[in-house]
């Protein structure tokens, strides 16, 4: 067998054990290649969760990293390119608009907060139902930011994703209570060790990717 012959078929080899073809034996390709390395999967949302994590440090930068992050993980389980340049890419062209959902989302944010403070403070009537309002309210604004981070292209902008946000949530109901168990994920993993937000985005990264491709019944 010439040398040439012997580097293709290692070169099949790896690709037939990787999921992402061409395969020995034409067995079918992997519908995601790239998270048949469960190890270098994990990896890779912890990687991402940190590069979240530094360019969402100012808070009104959350989506731009997030939705980054989320292309960033479609194209590394779709086995395609995911140098971590691509990532900082896609921040750049994410920070425009996305600095402007960001400081809707802390505003929406804090006057949600301040309202869930005013009724636990048995200052105004009702206070439980608005207490739950409020609770509610922080939950739609965690649903709608995570889906939009998850429709956002460079191609069609935030204009688009955030249009889409209730198409997304009226067609997967049930998507939209997993993105809002990711939230509270992600919120209750930061509140117990501040370092745990770092997989914790990660893995809503990953959830963002992970639930819209699901099986359903």
Same mark, same amino acid.
């Given at each position: 067998m010439a040398t040439t012959t012997k580097r293709e078929y290692k070169a099949a080899v790896r690709a037939d054990r990787s999921g992402s073809g061409p395969t020995i034996d034409d067995t079918p390709v992997a519908r995601f290649p790239g998270a048949t390395a469960k190890f270098g999967l994990f990896g890779e949302v912890l990687m991402v969760g940190l590069l #979240? @994590?530094?360019a969402g !440090? =100012? *808070?009104v930068t959350l989506p +731009? @990293? =997030?939705a980054a992050g989320i292309r960033h993980l479609r194209r590394f389980i779709d086995a395609e390119a995911s140098p971590a $340049?691509?990532?900082w890419h896609d921040v750049r062209a994410a920070l425009p608009g996305g600095l402007v959902v960001g400081a809707v989302g802390v505003i929406a944010v804090a006057i949600l907060a301040l309202d869930i403070d =005013? @009724?636990?403070s048995g200052f105004l009537p009702g206070g439980g139902a608005i207490a739950i309002l409020g609770w509610v309210g922080l939950g739609a604004v965690a649903v709608a930011l995570l889906a939009a981070a998850g429709a956002w292209t460079p191609e069609t902008g935030? $204009?688009? +994703? #955030? $249009?889409s946000v209730p +198409? !997304? *949530?009226m067609g997967d109901v049930v998507g939209a209570l997993y993105l809002a168990a990711t939230a509270v994920f992600v919120c209750v993993a930061a509140w @117990? =060790? #501040?370092p745990l937000v770092i997989p914790a985005l990660g893995c809503a990264a990953l959830a963002v990717v992970a639930i819209p491709a699901r099986r359903r019944r």
């Open positions: #979240v @994590a530094i !440090i =100012l *808070v +731009a @990293a =997030l $340049r691509t990532y =005013l @009724a636990n935030w $204009r688009t +994703a #955030v $249009r +198409a !997304i *949530v @117990a =060790l #501040v």
